[in-house]
């Protein structure tokens, strides 16, 4: 016949159960975290997010002229292979239009990576509390990156 473990055996077992488990977590959400802010960073340095195809179907007009516009960028496809392009991710000054967006991704950019930062926080402050100040600052993040018509 076996022996039943100890209760403190069971309980021993449980807990180191649950930290290998929060640490998995732990590891998951900052792999995720990272991968966001990278993302954050492409959406911001990105030249062109909206474009004229070559598709016939979604073509513009013939006498509307063809071209990207990005947040800092509006670029005029030329007979010359290089489009003429006007503003510039250097001078850091959005378009007129985009200057609301360009301050929305900026802080949703600055929420992402101090939550990154504040992920090595684990060694000072307990998981539960660097989990609930990561939380807020990707929901900040996730709320400014958000369609405004959505």
Do not use: H
């Not at 959406?43 to 016939?56: E, F």
């Not at 378009?95 to 609301?100: A, D, I, M, N, T």
């Not at 600055?110 to 998981?127: D, E, K, M, N, P």
């Amino acid at each position: 016949m076996s022996q039943c473990p100890g209760i403190m055996d069971l309980a021993r077992l449980y807990q180191t159960e649950f930290v290998r488990s929060a640490r998995a977590v732990g590891v998951l959400w900052a792999v995720c975290t990272l991968c966001l802010a990278i993302v954050q960073v492409v959406i911001l340095l990105q030249p062109s997010w909206i474009g004229t195809s070559d598709n016939p179907v979604l073509q513009a007009a013939p006498s509307q002229p063809k071209g990207t516009i990005g947040l800092f960028e509006v670029c005029m496809e030329t007979e010359w292979p290089i489009p003429d392009c006007r503003g510039g991710v250097s001078s850091l000054s959005p378009l007129p239009c985009f200057q609301s967006v360009a301050v929305l991704v900026g802080v949703s950019l600055w929420a992402v990576w101090t939550s990154v930062l504040c992920l090595c926080l684990f060694r000072f402050c307990s998981a539960v509390t660097v989990y609930k100040i990561c939380a807020w600052l990707q929901l900040t993040a996730g709320l400014c990156s958000q369609d405004p018509g959505s």
